[in-house]
């Protein structure tokens, strides 16, 4: 079964640094999702991305946050100077018709910031 | 209000209970509607979508009120394979055709031998 896969799966970073979440999704899906989760929270809207565009993105989604599809298979996330609280697990997804197909998660990358 | 409510739960039930998870949102023009499971520490899967007239899947069964914006799910003959976290999900629609997923805290169940 075709599944979204994510890298790393758990990273540890020094306040302050830059952390790329690294994700492939299922190969004919045309539209990208990040999704995060602090730990005992709920799961929150991050940014969609469609067309090697960002859709639309939550007020979560700020000036440290960036996403990029460099080379058609990857779909990267990048938060430039992560703060302790952007630790949370960070959920890539994707959909091959937008919101009539289903959405597929990946596994989750944790982020831990200290 | 908050977007999605669910039961706080936990619900702990023994094998073969029928337990019934309920969840109101408050955005009226919410189009789609779902109920995920989550283990712990893993992705969210998609369970079942929910639809108006009501939709069943073996022990599953999914109802939806727009009226009163109240999603429900009702597990039959539980398993121990059951217990997880069940996160009531209602879909706002992004900006064209994309989703926009806003999530309930979740329910925890646990469904005792």
């Known amino acids: 079964e075709p599944e979204v896969t994510q890298t790393p799966s758990h990273q540890v970073t020094q306040m302050g640094q830059e952390v790329i979440l690294r994700c492939v999704p299922i190969?004919?899906?045309?539209?990208f999702y990040w999704y995060r989760q602090i730990l005992g929270q709920k799961v929150e809207f991050l940014v969609s991305f469609y067309n090697n565009e960002i859709s639309e993105k939550s007020e979560i989604f700020d000036d440290q946050f960036s996403v990029e599809r460099p080379d058609g298979s990857n779909f990267t996330l990048k938060i430039r100077s992560t703060k302790l609280e952007d630790s949370a697990m960070y959920f890539c997804?994707?959909?091959?018709?937008?919101?009539?197909?289903?959405?597929?998660f990946g596994e989750g990358s944790r982020l831990t910031v200290l | 209000r908050k977007e999605v409510e669910q039961d706080p739960g936990p619900f702990n039930v023994p094998e073969g209970a029928t337990v019934a998870f309920n969840c109101t949102y408050s955005?009226?023009?919410?189009?789609?509607f779902f109920w995920y499971r989550q283990d712990c520490r893993k992705e969210p899967k998609l369970l079942m979508s929910?639809?108006?007239s009501g939709n069943e899947d073996g022990r599953f069964t999914a109802q939806l009120n727009r009226a009163s914006q109240y999603i429900s799910l009702l597990i039959r003959d539980s398993k121990l394979s059951d217990s997880a976290t069940y996160l009531c999900?209602?879909?706002?629609?992004?900006?064209?055709?994309?989703?926009?997923?806003?999530f309930g805290k979740g329910t925890l169940l646990t469904v005792n031998p």
């Open positions: 997804a994707s959909s091959d018709r937008g919101q009539i197909g289903e959405l597929f």
């Open positions: 929910v639809y108006s």
């Open positions: 999900v209602v879909n706002r629609g992004g900006g064209g055709s994309n989703y926009k997923l806003t």
């Open positions: 190969s004919n899906h045309l539209y």
């Open positions: 955005n009226s023009a919410s189009q789609s």
